[in-house]
């Protein structure tokens, strides 16, 4: 017998019910961002390289180690999307969309993303995002705090009642920020022996990094390092206060927290991340990015975005919280006849914009009615053999004569 061919590791099926939470999910999203004025857009699933090694940065663990690149095909290497930020500022420079007269640019999206991650709960090598970029020649306090209440919105739409918490920082300026490595650097040499390896590395390529380690024995170090807020700028100050006072007016509770950095090189200010059950990592993340533009080769534009991991969102859910995403018919059509009656009566139906299954026809009556059950049809249709027709409440199990004319008027 020939071996079972299984997905790989790190990648999920979603089949029944799970693809019906993925679909619901997506649509409820979608619509929210549609509301918010965001206009939904798909990009490639693959990008050139480059494109990520410039975006998301090589000192970045998603670029250094955990994209999916593609065999050569020609003279380019091209990589599976790690993420949407890129491609999008990639195709606002392509398409020239920054020379629209209605700025600020708003766009959504919800699709895959591919990282070469160690696999484990909440973390696949193929995973879903959801997010928002806004883009605009400056990305002022309004479009900041938006765009954090759009995420925090977003997950308490499909999580209702569960707690989001808000964990915020400002990353600064580039000059503030290169100040802070600098004061990072120092303060971590003569530590860095007793780190993990990991450490070690981002001390030379991205001291940042090293306030993102998850090792216990390392946290003792980060806790006593310099904490960003004494590097910021009078100017950065400034706008992070403007947007605590803005969240606190708009009733949004967040947590500061030094220690926060993201994974991803491109933020310059405020940054932000969302999380319901820590065990499984940030449901969301995002901030603000001033140079990403420039360095893709496009004009001096800012941006500001974020991203839900959809499956961790799934995951909060589990146990929890409800989804109305039973699946369920309209119509279920048995034709006895077993001539294409029955067809004829689906496609009317459909038509007029019900949902309607029909079972084989190998289906005994029995079988049809219990299938017609499972499927949660709220009304069967009876093609009977003697050329009549019967319509049979689901709910009240109450069974009546209907006419072929009365079935079109339905
Ligand atoms: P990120 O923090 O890398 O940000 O990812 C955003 C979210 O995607 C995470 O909070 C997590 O829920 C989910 N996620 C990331 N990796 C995985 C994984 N391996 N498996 C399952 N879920 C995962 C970004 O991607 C930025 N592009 C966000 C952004 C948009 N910043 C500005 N604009």
Same mark, same amino acid.
């Given at each position: 017998m020939s071996e079972i061919i299984k997905k790989p590791r790190g990648t999920v099926d979603y089949f029944y019910d799970d693809a019906s939470v993925l679909i619901s999910i997506k649509n409820k999203l979608l619509s929210l961002a549609e509301r918010y004025g965001f206009s939904f857009c798909t990009v490639p699933t693959f990008e050139e390289s480059r494109l990520f090694h410039r975006s998301v940065g090589e000192s970045s663990d998603i670029v250094r180690k955990e994209t999916f690149d593609l065999i050569n095909k020609g003279d380019r290497s091209y990589t599976l999307r790690p993420e949407f930020t890129a491609s999008i500022n990639r195709a606002v420079i392509e398409n020239k %969309? %920054? $020379? $629209?007269? $209605?700025?600020p640019l708003k766009f959504s999206y919800f699709d895959k993303a591919f990282r070469y991650e160690r696999p484990q709960t909440g973390r696949y090598r193929e995973f879903h995002q959801f997010g928002v970029e806004i883009i605009d020649e400056k990305i002022d306090l309004s479009s900041q705090v938006e765009t954090l209440l759009l995420a925090i919105d977003a997950c308490k739409m499909i999580l209702g009642d569960i707690e989001v918490k808000a964990k915020i920082n400002f990353l600064g300026s580039v000059t503030s920020r290169d100040n802070y490595k600098k004061a990072l650097y120092s303060f971590f040499a003569d530590k860095i022996q007793y780190m993990c390896e990991d450490c070690k590395r981002r001390l030379e390529t991205n001291p940042l990094r090293i306030l993102d380690c998850k090792v216990d024995e390392d946290r003792k170090f980060i806790q006593d390092a310099p904490k960003i807020t004494d590097y910021l700028t009078e100017e950065d100050r400034e706008e992070f206060d403007q947007i605590k006072k803005l969240l606190l007016k708009l009733n949004v509770s967040f947590q500061v927290d030094d220690n926060l950095v993201r994974g991803l090189d491109y933020y310059t200010g405020f940054v932000f991340e969302l999380y319901s059950d820590e065990k499984l990592g940030a449901l969301a993340g995002g901030g603000k990015y001033s140079s990403l533009m420039k360095e893709l080769g496009g004009p001096e534009f800012e941006g500001i975005g974020f991203s839900i991991g959809i499956e961790r969102l799934i995951l909060s859910l589990i146990g929890k919280g409800s989804l109305d995403y039973k699946k369920s018919l309209d119509y279920f059509v048995i034709d006895l006849r077993k001539n294409g009656d029955g067809l004829i009566i689906a496609k009317k139906l459909r038509d007029k914009g019900y949902k309607v299954s029909l079972p084989s026809f190998s289906r005994s009556m029995k079988g049809a009615i219990k299938m017609a059950d499972r499927e949660n049809a709220k009304n069967v249709i009876i093609v009977d053999s003697d050329m009549t027709y019967k319509l049979k409440d689901m709910s009240t199990r109450e069974q009546k004569d209907i006419t072929f004319e009365e079935i079109l008027g339905l």
């Open positions: %969309f %920054f $020379s $629209s007269p $209605s700025l």
